[in-house]
T-cell receptor, first 116, second 113 residues
Framework: DTEVTQTPKHLVMGMTNKKSLKCEQH?????MYWYKQKAKKPPELMFV???????INESVPSRFSPECPNSSLLNLHLHALQPEDSALYLC???????????????FGPGTRLTVL | AQTVTQSQPEMSVQEAETVTLSCTYD???????LFWYKQPPSRQMILVIR??????QNATENRFSVNFQKAAKSFSLKISDSQLGDTAMYFC??????????FGQGTRLTINP
């Protein structure tokens, strides 16, 4: 089973709202990722969690706040977003095996976010 | 820094035809993985095929196969007997070690009935 689930599928929020995106995997993967994808563009990496610790933050604005409560769950808390933050937000996970960590990322279906 | 280039922004073929998507990359690493991901209009990013750089044999998954030319740093995807469900954006991606996944800009493939 290579399933990563994400909720909600769609989210519309105002610039003053606080909302959260949720990602879950039950494959025993130890690395989890958040990506942002604009239309017709490749995904852009935002954050990486490795063994539940934040290992990469790609200089993402503080209005995006990731959280990894346990090895299966990854949240992205949103606050005071801008209209240009409207995008598809993808979650991914990978086994993270060995030193090289050249393993495969499996993606969830994404959350389509619209900021009004 | 690694870069991935997909030189074909869009392609269109008839159903049942064979189509090849191009991908080139630039790296100084010797050990790495290459991937093709498919993203249909439903937007889920689906792994199509992957290739380990240390393997000389080209990877194959049913109708999907790659032509991996390590010296030329080329990694093309061949889709045989194309089907309407193959219509999607295809991304070539590269990853070495603990570094992040680097994507190409994508090729939008349309299969026409």
């Amino acid at each position: 089973d290579t399933e990563v689930t994400q909720t909600p599928k769609h989210l519309v929020m105002g610039m003053t709202n606080k909302k959260s995106l949720k990602c879950e995997q039950h494959m025993g993967h130890r690395a989890m990722y958040w990506y942002k994808q604009k239309a017709k563009k490749p995904p852009e990496l935002m954050f990486v969690y490795s063994y539940e610790k934040l290992s990469i933050n790609e200089s993402v604005p503080s209005r995006f706040s990731p959280e990894c409560p346990n090895s299966s769950l990854l949240n992205l808390h949103l606050h005071a977003l801008q209209p240009e933050d409207s995008a598809l937000y993808l979650c991914a996970s990978s086994p993270q095996t060995g030193v090289l960590d050249t393993d495969t990322q499996y993606f969830g279906p994404g959350t389509r976010l619209t900021v009004l | 820094a690694q870069t991935v280039t997909q030189s074909q922004p869009e392609m269109s073929v008839q159903e049942a035809e064979t189509v090849t998507l191009s991908c080139t990359y630039d790296t100084s690493e010797n050990n790495y993985y290459l991937f093709w991901y498919k993203q249909p209009p439903s937007r889920q990013m689906i792994l199509v095929i992957r290739q380990e750089a240390y393997k000389q044999q080209n990877a194959t998954e049913n109708r999907f196969s790659v032509n991996f030319q390590k010296a030329a740093k080329s990694f093309s995807l061949k889709i045989s007997d194309s089907q309407l469900g193959d219509t999607a954006m295809y991304f070539c991606a590269f990853r070495a070690g603990a570094q992040k996944l680097v994507f190409g800009q994508g090729t939008r493939l349309t299969i026409n009935p």
